[in-house]
C-alpha cells in the first residue's frame, strides 16, 4: 500500500511550499514567486476542490501504466537424497525460481540531453542559452529540457521488471554416531534482476530510477544480495580421551565436546558510480563510469591479509566518468566485494560436582585463524579519496571463557 501513498502527497491534494530565503520578520514572502501563498487564508478541505486550484509549477506527478500487469513468481525444484550408510546421507538438489511483471519506477518526462553548443546544437534562447557558444545541457537548465517544461518529474509506475534465480546446493549429513556428527553444505547460485527492491515512490532513492526511460532492463544485472556461492561445514565431537583414566585423572581427560563451523561465502555485488552523479544530465543522480577496455579491474592483491587493510580493491586506472549524455556501462553490481572465510571453534566440559550440582566450562574461539573478513570498500565512486579501498574489516580473532555452576 505504501507504494500508492504518494498519488496522495503531490498538488492538488497536498502542496508543499519551501521559503528558503523569506525576507524580514515583518514581510516574509517578500520576493517569493507570487507573492503570500497564504494571503486569501487557508482553506480547508471540507468540500471538493475548484477546477481551477492553483498548481505550483514545475508540479511533481505520479502515474500508473494503463496496461500495468500484477507482479507473479514461479518457483520450482528438483531433489535427489541417497543414503551411503546407516549413518551418512547426500543430497543434490537444484531450486529454481522466476519474478514476473516486476514494478519499476521511469521518469516520463525526464530531461533530454542536447549535444553540443547554442548556435550549433540548439538555437541561442534555446534552455536559458544567451550566447552563441553556451552548452546546451547544463545542470541548471533540467528543467527547460524536460519534454513537458511545466511540469516535474512524472514518475510513473510501470511492470517491466523480471527476476531469475537458479542454485545447485550439494549436501553431506554424518549423523551422531561414535560421538561424531557432521554436515556440509555448498550452494552455488546465480541471482540476476532488473530491480532487487520493490520500487518505491517515496522511500527509494534516485537508483531505483530506470535511466532510460522505456528500456526496464538496462539495469539488469546480479541481484544486491547475490552471491556465487556459500559454504558452511559444522562438527560436534566428543573426545574419547580418558577411557581407561581413573580418580583424578577421569575427571580432568573425560566428557570433552569440541566443536566448530567453517564459513566461506562469496563477496556481495557493488557497483562503480561517477563523481559527477549527473553527466547524463538528466537529473537522476544515477551514473555509472565506464570501463577502460584491457585494463585489470581488480588490483592484484593476492591474498586479503592484515597488510590489505588501506589497499585499494578496485583498480580506478579501470573506470572513467561516463561520458555525457549516457548513463555509463560499467553495469549493475558488476563487481564484489572480498570473499569471506571464517572459522569458530569451542571446547566445552561439564564436571559432575554431585548428584544435584555440575559445573560447566567452556571457550570459544571466534574467527580463530585471525582471517581478515573486509567489509565494503570505503566508497565505490569514482574519484573520492577512499575509492575502492579496504578501510573496515569485520572482528579479529576474540577468545572468551565461560564457567556456569548448575544446580
Request: aromatic share 12%; net charge positive.
Amino acid at each position: 500500500m505504501l507504494s500508492f501513498v504518494a498519488f496522495g502527497t503531490i498538488q492538488p491534494f497536498l502542496r508543499s511550499i519551501s521559503n528558503t530565503s523569506p525576507g524580514p520578520i515583518s514581510n516574509p514572502w517578500l520576493g517569493f514567486p507570487g507573492g503570500n501563498p497564504f494571503a486569501s487564508g487557508f482553506e480547508l478541505n471540507l468540500g471538493s476542490r475548484p477546477a481551477n486550484s492553483t498548481f505550483v509549477e514545475p508540479a511533481t506527478s505520479y502515474t500508473f501504466n494503463p496496461n500495468f500487469k500484477l507482479a507473479s513468481t514461479q518457483q520450482w525444484s528438483l531433489i535427489l537424497e541417497r543414503a551411503l550408510t546407516a549413518n551418512d546421507v547426500v543430497d543434490i538438489s537444484y531450486f529454481g525460481a522466476k519474478g514476473t511483471h516486476l514494478d519499476q519506477v521511469q521518469d516520463n518526462n525526464q530531461a533530454v540531453y542536447v549535444p553540443g553548443t547554442a548556435g550549433a546544437g540548439c538555437n541561442v534562447g534555446q534552455f536559458g542559452t544567451t550566447a552563441a557558444g553556451q552548452p546546451c545541457s547544463t545542470q541548471t537548465n533540467i528543467q527547460s529540457r524536460r519534454p513537458n517544461t511545466v511540469i516535474g518529474p512524472i514518475k510513473g509506475y510501470i511492470s517491466g521488471a523480471n527476476s531469475f534465480y537458479h542454485a545447485l546446493e550439494l549436501e553431506y549429513r554424518h549423523r551422531f554416531h561414535a560421538g561424531f556428527t557432521l554436515s556440509s553444505a555448498f550452494t552455488y547460485s546465480r541471482s540476476i534482476d532488473d530491480l532487487s527492491a520493490p520500487a518505491n515512490l517515496i522511500l527509494g532513492p534516485t537508483l531505483d530510477l530506470i535511466p532510460v526511460p522505456g528500456q526496464p532492463h538496462i539495469r539488469r544485472g546480479p541481484s544486491d544480495f547475490n552471491q556465487p556461492y556459500t559454504w558452511r561445514t559444522s562438527a560436534v565431537w566428543n573426545l574419547p580421551f580418558g577411557k581407561n583414566y581413573t580418580g583424578i585423572s577421569a575427571i580432568l581427560a573425560k566428557g570433552w565436546v569440541w566443536s566448530g563451523i567453517f564459513t566461506r561465502d562469496a563477496g556481495l555485488p557493488l557497483e562503480i558510480l561517477t563523481s559527477n552523479t549527473n553527466q547524463s544530465f538528466t537529473g537522476l543522480g544515477n551514473d555509472m563510469a565506464n570501463v577502460v577496455p584491457g585494463v585489470a579491474r581488480r588490483q592484484p592483491i593476492s591474498d586479503f591479509t592484515a597488510a590489505s587493510q588501506g589497499l585499494s580493491l578496485i583498480n580506478p586506472a579501470a573506470f572513467v566518468v561516463n561520458a555525457p549524455g549516457t548513463p555509463g556501462i560499467s553495469g549493475r553490481n558488476a563487481f564484489k566485494t572480498p570473499d569471506l572465510t571464517d572459522f569458530d571453534t569451542s571446547l566445552s566440559k561439564e564436571f559432575n560436582l554431585t548428584e544435584r550440582l555440575r559445573f560447566q566450562f567452556r571457550t570459544e574461539f571466534f574467527n580463530a585463524f585471525n582471517h581478515p573478513q573486509f567489509y565494503y570498500p570505503g566508497t565505490t565512486t569514482l574519484g573520492t579519496g577512499t575509492f575502492g579501498k579496504l578501510t573496515n574489516a569485520r572482528d579479529p580473532r576474540i577468545i572468551q571463557f565461560s564457567a556456569k555452576l548448575v544446580f
